[in-house]
């Protein structure tokens, strides 16, 4: 059988023959301190100990333990395939006849010591390279362990495979090693997180025949930085984070996910996903709880007819603003999606919640993500919808009780009744944010507003001030176009008219630091004032035209919300039109 240069000796007892090898070859597998020995006192026929110790290649090694009188065909076969390497082995075995190796009493005990150890395939298609591993062979199972290099850091892992108690099972692999975070993100073309940095992994592989895989994970997300485009959300690098899984895998294609968990910091996630494999698509998911910032919920999603994912979720609160301000401003094409929902709150901008919610959000077909909304607001019912135009957000807001809506919503308790419609355009996103507005209350009151009340002070306008601390002032519309960013409130144009008063409004609010900049016009007996107005030609010459009126004063308010300044300028305080237009003309050149 190829054994050559042998150098030893050979001892010969009463109870035993004893045959010493210090050097020698087999093929070439160099021998080294190696022995056979027979017991000659045993009952039955003498059988031999065989113990063998050399070095060589990895390959010849395995060839040599498959022929006889080794043959250890069947613990060689859970090796991986194509491992290749230098070997230091150990084999320590009495050796049977092909017929009983069977039996309960055929032991054996092999060990390979491996250096420069490449094992290609490793684990999700990449190899294992630089490895330094230990192979255990015996009856009962194979045991494989040790370190390398995978995906350039390192890695350590242990291997077994039993071979008597589930012939469908290859092997049990536990390793523990650290990930590129990218490599993550990589994965799976569902995956909906990116990941920079290291991500250490303790993972426990069972492999089964057929070609399936399962496999559990816990990933410590401490050094890694960990975002979520879609929900707005991101975990900067230093923050405690950790991820649980269970996986299931056919011919290494993800088909479920179950028991996955992901905690940090201000999100929380419990899921269950099933894949399609041809389509590397979900198919569907169970989410238990998930939590986000404000967001709470439940509910699962379904890969419908279309090609269309419908979801239904439930919770207690959903913050639409953390979803938007990218997600939703984007003309981009994503999976196309239906998503039905009932929120006991629904958060919207830096308003108090909608309560008792229903929404629906469209993005498929002409739909560029739709959103209807409804729900109440102060026991008031209201209504939201929105929708993409190219790459503008645009939304509409109606409710039947403007008071009551801009009661709940903390804006004003000043405002009785009404009809309110608010239409407007949201570009932009972060602090580049604008959002322009037209609003429209019809058919309204106002009482106890102090700071009106200021205003019609200054301008001596008595009878209007006790008839607003009393039962308020009517008015029949007031229309404004106001534009919101994250740093200023900028009402551009502003009118409130009734039939006692007529009210203009212009300027801006800082919301870092609350100033205030406003000035209007105040316009006593509005509708008297537009009927001398319909007079031919002495009508606008006396009134000033729309908006102003015979008799009417400008206001200016500065300081803050809390403290404002209210001043009546006293060149146009209840002058005529012509002669307020030659003041205005004429005030800044004589300053």
Known sequence: HGLSGLFGDISIGKEQVLVNVYNGKYQDISL??????????????????????????????????????????????????????????????????????????????????????????????????????????????????????????????????????????????????????????????????????????????????????????????????LSIPRLNWTKPSGAAGRLKFNALLQNNILKNLTNLNLVSADLSLDVDMSFLPVKNKISSATIHNFQIGKNKMRGSVELGGGGIYRAKLFGPRLNISQFMSETLHSNELQEPYLIEAKFDDVFLWNLTPIQETALTIKNFGQYKSNIKLSGHVGNKPVNITSWLNDEIREFKLSAQDAGQVLKGFEITDSISGGLLSIYGKITGTGLKEVTKTNILIENFGVKDAPLFTQILNATSLVGLVNTLRGKGIRFQTLRADVDFTPNKIEIKDSFASGASLGVSTGGAIDRNSDQISIKGMIVPAYILNRIIDQIPLVGRILTGGEKEGLLAAEYLINGTRDEPDVIVNPLTAFTPGFLRAFVKATRKPLE
């Not at 056979?36 to 060589?56: E, V």
């Not at 291997?159 to 990930?179: A, F, G, M, V, W």
């Not at 073309?189 to 399936?212: D, K």
């Open 32 to 225: 080294s301190n190696s022995s056979i020995r027979f017991d000659l006192n045993s009952s039955t026929s003498a059988k031999p100990n065989i113990k063998f110790t050399g070095y060589g290649d990895l390959k010849s090694i395995i060839t040599f333990m498959r022929e006889e009188p080794l043959g250890l065909e069947k613990n060689i076969n859970s090796i991986p395939e194509n491992i290749s390497g230098n070997a230091n082995f150990e084999v320590d075995l009495k050796p049977q006849l092909p017929q009983q190796r069977e039996s309960v009493d055929y032991t054996y005990l092999a060990k390979i010591n491996l250096t420069d150890v490449m094992i290609p395939n490793f684990l999700l298609r990449d190899d294992l390279s630089d490895g330094k591993i230990t192979l255990s062979i015996a009856p009962e199972k194979t045991e494989i362990s040790g370190i390398g290099i995978y995906n350039g850091a390192p890695i350590s892992f242990s291997q077994e495979k039993p071979l008597s108690t589930n012939p469908s099972l290859n092997y049990k692999r536990q390793l523990s090693l650290i990930s590129a975070g990218k490599k993550l993100s990589t994965l799976h073309s569902s995956m909906p997180f990116n990941a920079t940095g290291p991500i250490p992994l303790e993972l426990e592989v069972t492999n089964f025949s057929q070609g399936v895989s399962k496999v559990s994970g816990i990933l410590n997300l401490q050094n890694t930085k």
